[in-house]
Every structure is written in structure tokens, then in C-alpha cells.
């Protein structure tokens, strides 16, 4: 359990507007940028430890090794080191293309004082935690109502979401490795 404790969860997941058929061209269901689906929507990275929720980053455009490697500069070191301030922490991230990318590899490898890397096999089953933590804010997004009109509101709910899940659930997901 000690060496799961120790691990910083990561990943990014898509959240759509769901508007009704013959509404997806209608201002409130295209107001802001689109990124896919009828209403458009938005794509956001996570991350959490046994020891605390992370930021939640809405990421403005498709992800790509130059976004993510700003997310790993700006949010998830200032993160680590303070959650990990001994250095002891692991960092899970799967092996979508922008995490395989040499700048982003390159700058852990830079880091390795800082930043040890888990390793993940390719083709492997997706096990992160993190995506039980995509299900149950999206659970959460879906059950308010009215539905999200526009990106704007999509952001701002999410955002609500992420920072008022319990802590307990991020602990439930980290013992659960022991099973």
C-alpha cells in the first residue's frame, strides 16, 4: 500500500455539451471554442495522489507534446513538490502520443531528481485510476440540471466538480489497487 500511496495519478479526458437534436447550431450550444460532438466541447487533465486532488487544466486546444509538457512545467511539478516534497513521488501518465514525445521524455529526464516515471507497457489495459474519477464527474455533470448550454458553463461546472470531490474517494481509488 506504501508504494501506491506514493504514486500522482494523470490523464486527460473529453467532456461534451449535449444538446438536443436540431440545437447544435443554435448560439448557446457553439458559444466558445469546439472540440468535438454535436455541441462542442472541452478536454481537461487531471491529476491526484492519495494525498491530495491536483489541478484540473482545461486544455484550450487538441493535446499536443507542447501543451502537455506546459501542463507538466506549470501545474503538475508545483504539485509534486508539494505533495512529494522528499522527492519520493512516481507519476503515472499511459502512453498517448504527446506523453511518449521526446521533448516531453527529455524534460523528465532532466528531472529524474524530481521525477520518477511509472513505467507502462504499450497496448496495456487502461487501469488508471483516473478515469473512475472521469465517470463520477461526469455522473455528476449529466444529473444537473438544466443541461450545460455552452462551453462556458461546461468549463465552469466541471471545474466546480473536480474541486468538490471527496478526498476519501481518491484513497478508496488508491487501496483499491490492493485488490
Known sequence: MDEWKIVAWSDESQFLIDCLPGEQ???SCTAGHTQAG????????GTFSWVSLGPLVVVEQT???ANYLN???NQL?????FVFSTGNGIYHQDNAPC???RTVLEWFEEHTDEFH???WPPNSPDLNLMEHIWDVMEQQLRAQTPPCPNILTLCDRCLD???NLSPVMDQKLVASMLF
Open 117 to 119: 516515471l511509472m513505467s
Open 38 to 45: 454535436g455541441g462542442g466541447g472541452i478536454m481537461l487533465w
Open 99 to 101: 506523453h511518449k514525445a
Open 161 to 163: 466538480i473536480w474541486y
Open 71 to 73: 501542463i507538466i512545467v
Open 63 to 65: 493535446m499536443k507534446a
Open 77 to 81: 511539478h508545483p504539485y509534486k513538490v
Open 25 to 27: 447550431l443554435l448560439p
